[in-house]
Structure formats: structure tokens, C-alpha cells
């Protein structure tokens, strides 16, 4: 039953987990603050958005692309709350479905209600939260096809190409590579690579060589560069990445050596997809070297993901290779560090003390808890930072105002804040409280600064735990917005009973957390990494147009066509025994062809070198009256002139066995048969065994 049935559908799916950090300081932040994410399945791109700002937390999927069919694009976007350490099973799913016609259509979902998240699944004021975007891929209805449909063949330039260089039929330069040979035609190499072109037709000294050696590469790589400049493909690299990484890796060099930009861009693309802790700084170096932006922004990207990733891949041999040849990158990458930093400033009556910065990895109980946090999407992150305010002299401050306060400016994260104790809120110094306030002296980068500050007091001895943190969160937006006073201790005399006196000083602890909403960086989009389609059929039309390595001429009425024998033979077997058997013009270089117009000589010529057909709908006036003298009626006289340049190409093909052109030629009259046409066709169709 299996067997038989008929699949009417696909779906495409794809699932990332989304680290919300800091999740408590999104509150209160209005319903049009959101978290983006950007996604890319089955070739199309959405965009899913995290509102958490208000009681509930929604999300929405937002459409970036244009559907490919009029029915739209069928998406759905499921979402459950997870527990990275796996000690909870994941929490009820919430999904939407919608039909996507243009870009920023969307479907929305409310999730739940951000005060009935239960507790467990908050880890470290962090919520995470896994999301699976499914889209409906919709097949063509199963049809039987009647016997008159004509299929048009799939294209088999390649494969003819792949067939010569393994023949080695007329190679013209034998290359060595570590002692191995490899034959080739040094006019198809020219078509494919401007290096070769300016070596063989050029004024290089290989130009008249037949052997040429090649050093400084790998046989496995000469041997897959070989292939794809013949055929435009690199089977070699459809293994899994973690097999075949050197490979492409040095394939990647060769490709910039000769000028391939799609083999290069493939192995861009291929390397992009499998970096590894082991491999990153390796490929970053290469990346640098042989400008891969896009690999090279992947490398980055892939290092400074975690602390611990971080950790691991400058322990690497690969890292002292980078430090070593690329020096200027590790500007970059410094750059591009995003991680919680620590910067303690002690301050003692007025001297200041800096500590230096240094890298936090936090460690985790199980590898697959790391194996989850590395797999998610940090779509914020909260930066810290924690200093120590010493007053000297407390007694003293008995007989200020209450205006009076100790000020100390604080800079973080590109922001200056001031820092403003007040000993004395009041008038009666016994019933007064010791507080602090934030003021904030820079512009916003954001529409707003969204922070969190903790103060306590703490014993310098360490004979005292701290006192009971005062935790407020508050949003800056412009200078001199702050926030209100902090209090620190209830009344002043408790905090010389407190302990936390020691020497006529005081000491105050505050940190401060900046929350920062972080770029999307999980996935390349489409758009960036575009492999373009296969140029071969270019490159071999221009071979053809510039006529650079011509051996052969041939003479249609009165006009001359320069083109190449081995080509020829290589798509033709006719033209296989003219040139390389033994008939007579296997050594002439001029050919001579009767019965044949001049404009169905070039159209077949195209079919040879690039496997394509001017459109028939598209043949000039001027084209077709060389091959069409009978008198047309005005209406109907284009429809009547595709027919005749069909019925004179399928003969062509016919006599040059050229198959696929029959076939397209066949195609072409089938769908246009009329009263007028259908005798001759008819005939044509006898003529030249086409059932």
C-alpha cells in the first residue's frame, strides 16, 4: 500500500531555540518593542517577532518574500517554553497557520501571560523559548501523459564534456601534478579560466607547451578542479563537510588561483556550513587570504558565539596560524567579541583603581545542556558592570545638607553615567537615610536604554555578607534622566550599629546591567550566500563568439563559421566520425555545407557549444525570410515563420544526431499543428523518425 501511494504534498521545516536574556527588563517596555529573528526555509525568508514587553508575550510571523505560486506559500509557527538543562519537559505548545501571498503579510500569536511563566523555565533571568516554521511545499497533481506530449530532455552538456576529458580525445597540454598526469584541451580551459586563457592564448611562456607542472597543490584538488571546468560540477564535495573540509579547503585556493568564481563561491558556501571549534581559525586564515567576506564573516561570527567556543578555538593550533599569517584579523575579530565583561573600579579617598577586563565562560553540568546553548539564537544579552564606592570621613557628613551628595561618574558600554551618594536625606541626621541615585549623561544609541541597578552595602573585610540588595530597574532615554534615590539603610545611626562602618568609612557595592538587544546571526540568508546558476553554457558561447582556438571553418551559403573539432565530436556523433575517423575532412580545416541556410547552421551551433535554443517566438523577420521565400499573409506570418525555422532545425539535428534538438524542434511543431501546417509536418515527422 505504501508503494502505491502518491505523496501530494512536502513540507519543509526548520527549528531554532531563541535565548531571551535579561527577560525581566523587557517589562513594561510597550507593545512595539519586539525581538527579531530571521529565518530561511524552503528558499523563502520570514521573519518570526518576540513581543515581550507587556503582560503577555505574542509572537508573529512576518512573511519577507515573494510565493512562488498564486496559491501563496501555506506556513505554520509552533512555539513551546524549554529548560536548557533538560530537568523540565517542554511546556505546552502554542501555534498559528497562515497563507503567505507578499512580503509583510503575517500571522500572529498570543503566547501566554508573561507573570503565569512557571518559574522553572526562567534560568538566570533567561527564557528560551523553541520555534519550528513548517512550510507546505505543494506537488503537481500525478497526470498520465498523453502519448502525444513530447518531453524535452534535460540538458547534457556536461556530461558530453565530462565524456572527452575522460577520453582524453585530442587533449592538446598535459598537466603534472606530484607526479600524476592529467590531459586536457587548452581551449576549453581558456573558456573556463581567464588564468588558462592568458597561459595558452596569451603572451605566457606556456603558450606553446604541451606540458605544464603545477606545484604547491594536492592531486584530489587539481583532479576536482579539472572536473568542474569541464562539467560545472564538484561531485567530490556532496560528502558530509567534516570528510571532505580539506578538500574543500584547498579546492577554495586553487579556484582564486584560476579564476573560478563559482567553484570558489561553492566551496565558500560548502565550508560555511560545517565550521567547527577545530577547523575556525584555519578557515578563517583562508578566508582572509583568498577574500571569502561571506566565509570569513561566518568564521567570526561562529568564534565569538560563546565564551566557551572562544576559549576553545584559541587553544588551537589553528589560532597561532592565524595570529601568525593574518595579524590584521584579529583586529577584527576583538570587534566582534560579544560578551559579558567584568570592569571593577575600587575606589580609596579619591585614588582609583582599574582591574582588567576578562572573558566569563560559563561552565555547564552536561555536555548536552553546552550542546543546546550553542545551538541556540541569543536574540539579547545583558552586559554588567560592578563597582565599589568607599566614603571616608562618615562622622563627618553629620553636619551637610541633605542636597549634598559624593559624585563619581561611570562609564560603560559606550554610556557615561554619574553615581550620587547622599549620606543625609533629611533634616534630622538619626531619622535620615543613606541613599544613592543614577544619573544618566549620554544620548541614547536606541529609543531607550533599558538597565538594571543593584545596590548593597559590603564589609572590605569580608567579615560581613552584603547587606539586602535594592534592586530597581529604570529607562534612560536622554541625558540627565535618572533615576530615583536608592535607599541603602533605613536610618544612619543603624548603619554605624550595622558593622559595615569600619575605620569612620562605609563601602557601597552597585552593579549595573545594560540590556542589549543583539543582531540575528543564526542563519546566512539567501541573499547573502547566493550560489548563481551554472555559467557553462556562457562561457562556451563566448569561446564560440571569440573563435580563440578555431581549428575548423565551415562555409554555409556564403557565410563562415569558426569552431572547434573536438567540441564538435564531443556533442555530435556525426561530426565524432567526420573529424576522428576516417572520413576525409578528419584533417581538413575548412568545411563546406550544402542545403542548409546560414541561420539554422548558427542555431544548431548554439545547441552544440551551450546547449540552449533561441526562443522561436524571438527569430527576427530578417532571419527567417533566408530560409522562408513563399508569400505569408500579414496575419499569422510570425506563428508560420517559427514553424518553418522548426521544421528546418529538426532536419539539421536529424542529420548531425543531435537528439535533444530534435526533440525540442519536435515539441515546438507538435504544439503548433494546424490545417496549414499539418501535411507538411506530417511528412517531415515520416521523414525523420519522429513517432
Known amino acids: 500500500m505504501e508503494n502505491a501511494c502518491t505523496n501530494l504534498n512536502q513540507v519543509a521545516r526548520a527549528v531554532r531555540l531563541l535565548k531571551i536574556d535579561g527577560f525581566s527588563l523587557t517589562a513594561g517596555m510597550g507593545g512595539d518593542y519586539c525581538l527579531k529573528s530571521i529565518w530561511t526555509v524552503d528558499g523563502y525568508e520570514l521573519e518570526v517577532l518576540i513581543y515581550p514587553g507587556t503582560t ?33 519537559e517542554p511546556y505546552h505548545e502554542y501555534g498559528v497557520s497562515e497563507t503567505f501571498y507578499h512580503p509583510q503579510d503575517f500571522g500572529a500569536l498570543v503566547f501566554m501571560d508573561r507573570n503565569k511563566i512557571p518559574s522553572g523555565y526562567i534560568k538566570d533571568d533567561m527564557l528560551t523559548l523553541r520555534c519550528a516554521i513548517t512550510v507546505l511545499k505543494e506537488l503537481p497533481a500525478p497526470t498520465i501523459p498523453a502519448e502525444e506530449v513530447i518531453t524535452q530532455p534535460s540538458t547534457n552538456l556536461h556530461q558530453h564534456l565530462g565524456e572527452l576529458l575522460q577520453s582524453e580525445m585530442g587533449a592538446d597540454v598535459t598537466f603534472l601534478v606530484s607526479y600524476e598526469s592529467f590531459a586536457a584541451h587548452k581551449y576549453i580551459l581558456a573558456a573556463r579560466s581567464p588564468v588558462f586563457k592568458a597561459q595558452f592564448f596569451g603572451d605566457m611562456k606556456e603558450k606553446c607547451s604541451a606540458r605544464v607542472e603545477i606545484k604547491d597543490m594536492e592531486v584530489a584538488a587539481f583532479r576536482a578542479m579539472l572536473h568542474f571546468i569541464y562539467t560545472d560540477t564538484v561531485p567530490e564535495l556532496d560528502r558530509p563537510l567534516e570528510e571532505v573540509t580539506t578538500l574543500a579547503q584547498h579546492l577554495l585556493v586553487a579556484a582564486d588561483m584560476y579564476g573560478l568564481e563559482r ?31 561571506k566565509l570569513k564573516a561566518k568564521c567570526v561570527e561562529f568564534i565569538v558565539s560563546t565564551p566557551a567556543v572562544l576559549e576553545a578555538v584559541l587553544a588551537t593550533d589553528g589560532y597561532k596560524h592565524l595570529e601568525a599569517s593574518c595579524p590584521l584579523v584579529l583586529t577584527e575579530l576583538l570587534k566582534s567579541v560579544h560578551l559579558i565583561r567584568l570592569a571593577l573600579i575600587v575606589s580609596f579617598a579619591g585614588a582609583t583603581l582599574r582591574l582588567p577586563d576578562r572573558f566569563f565562560s560559563g561552565g555547564t553540568k552536561h555536555s548536552q545542556t553546552f550542546a543546546m546553548e550553542k545551538a541556540c539564537t541569543n536574540l ?13 570621613g562618615f562622622s563627618m557628613t553629620m553636619g551637610i545638607g541633605r542636597d549634598y551628595s ?17 549620606p543625609r536625606t533629611n533634616e534630622d541626621f538619626n531619622l535620615s537615610w543613606v541613599s544613592l541615585r543614577l544619573i544618566f549623561l549620554s544620548e541614547a544609541r536606541t529609543c531607550a536604554v533599558r538597565t538594571t541597578l543593584r545596590c548593597c552595602l559590603v564589609d572590605p573585610t569580608g567579615r560581613l555578607k552584603p547587606s539586602e540588595e535594592d534592586c530597581r530597574s529604570i529607562i534612560f532615554r536622554k541625558p540627565q534622566d535618572s533615576s530615583s534615590q536608592v535607599p541603602l539603610i533605613t536610618r544612619c545611626e543603624h548603619l554605624e550599629l550595622s558593622g559595615y562602618v569600619k575605620d569612620d568609612s562605609f563601602t557601597v557595592q552597585c552593579t549595573l546591567e545594560v540590556f542589549k538587544e543583539l543582531p540575528d546571526v543564526a542563519t546566512v540568508s539567501l541573499k547573502e550566500v547566493h550560489l548563481p546558476p551554472s555559467n557553462l553554457h556562457l562561457q562556451f558561447a563566448q569561446l564560440l563568439q571569440s573563435e580563440t582556438g578555431a581549428d575548423v571553418t565551415f562555409l554555409v551559403s556564403g557565410e563562415s563559421f569558426a569552431a572547434h573539432k573536438l567540441i564538435l565530436a564531443a ?11 576516417d572520413m576525409k575532412e578528419k584533417c581538413s580545416q575548412t568545411v563546406e555545407i550544402k542545403d542548409m541556410d546560414a541561420t539554422v547552421f548558427k ?23 533566408a530560409i522562408y521565400t513563399d508569400t505569408m499573409p500579414e496575419f499569422g506570418q510570425q506563428e508560420a515563420a517559427v514553424t518553418v525555422m522548426a521544421q528546418h532545425l529538426l532536419a539539421a539535428a536529424d542529420r548531425y544526431g543531435l537528439d535533444r534538438l530534435k526533440l525540442i524542434c519536435a515539441g ?24
Open 571 to 581: 556533442r555530435s556523433p556525426v561530426c565524432m566520425a567526420e573529424f576522428f575517423g
Open 406 to 422: 559624593f559624585n563619581c561618574r561611570w562609564s560603560f558600554d559606550g554610556y557615561d553615567w554619574e553615581v550620587r551618594i547622599y
Open 380 to 392: 539579547t544579552e545583558v552586559v554588567r558592570s560592578v563597582r565599589l564606592f568607599k566614603i571616608d
Open 603 to 625: 542555431a544548431l551551433l548554439q545547441l552544440i557549444y551551450t546547449d540552449t535554443v533561441p526562443e522561436f517566438g524571438q527569430q527576427v523577420e530578417a532571419d527567417v525570410e
Open 263 to 293: 567553484l570558489k563561491l561553492i566551496c565558500e558556501i560548502k565550508l560555511c556550513g560545517g565550521i567547527t571549534v577545530d577547523t575556525a581559525a584555519t578557515t578563517l586564515a583562508l578566508a582572509e587570504q583568498h577574500n571569502c567576506s
Open 668 to 691: 515546438e511543431l507538435a504544439g503548433g499543428i494546424n490545417v496549414n501546417t499539418a501535411a507538411t509536418t506530417l511528412a517531415l515527422a515520416d521523414l525523420h523518425n519522429c513517432p
Open 56 to 88: 503577555w508575550v505574542a509572537l508573529k510571523l512576518v512573511f519577507l518574500s515573494e510565493a512562488r505560486t498564486q496559491w501563496g506559500v501555506r506556513a505554520s509557527m509552533a512555539c513551546q517554553l524549554v529548560d536548557l538543562s533538560r530537568e523540565l
